[in-house]
């Protein structure tokens, strides 16, 4: 099965912009579905963005209009471009298959303070 590791985190005023990656050990080509998730402090990981093989994709409300997902199969990547970042955005952010998850990376830690 696929593997991931995620980059791109850090530490962000609020309003800015944070580019986070996905690269995947193997080919995504066949993979149907590729999500972000975000795990807040004390909360449960959630699913804020979601793309499937012919591109069409998926938001979380909380995160509409402000990130945006993309893939390359290419490159056996995927992305999430973040936007006008809020606090609340703060987490560790994981990506997996939204249908078939396997294991679970170490995840890139994104932090909105200023």
């Known amino acids: 099965q696929v593997q991931f590791v995620e980059s791109g985190g850090g530490l962000v005023q609020p309003g800015g912009s944070l580019r986070l990656s996905c690269a995947a050990s193997g080919s995504i080509f066949s993979i149907y579905a590729m999500g972000w998730y975000r795990q807040a402090p004390g909360k449960q990981r959630e699913l804020v963005a979601r793309?499937?093989?012919?591109?069409?994709?998926n938001y979380a409300d909380s995160v509409k209009g402000r990130f945006t997902i993309s893939r390359d199969n290419a490159k056996n990547t995927m992305y999430l471009q973040m936007n006008s970042l809020k606090p609340e955005d703060t987490g560790v952010y994981y990506c997996n298959e939204p249908f078939s998850p396997g294991p679970w990376g170490q995840g890139t830690q994104v932090t909105v303070s200023s």
């Open positions: 793309i499937l093989s012919g591109g069409s994709t």
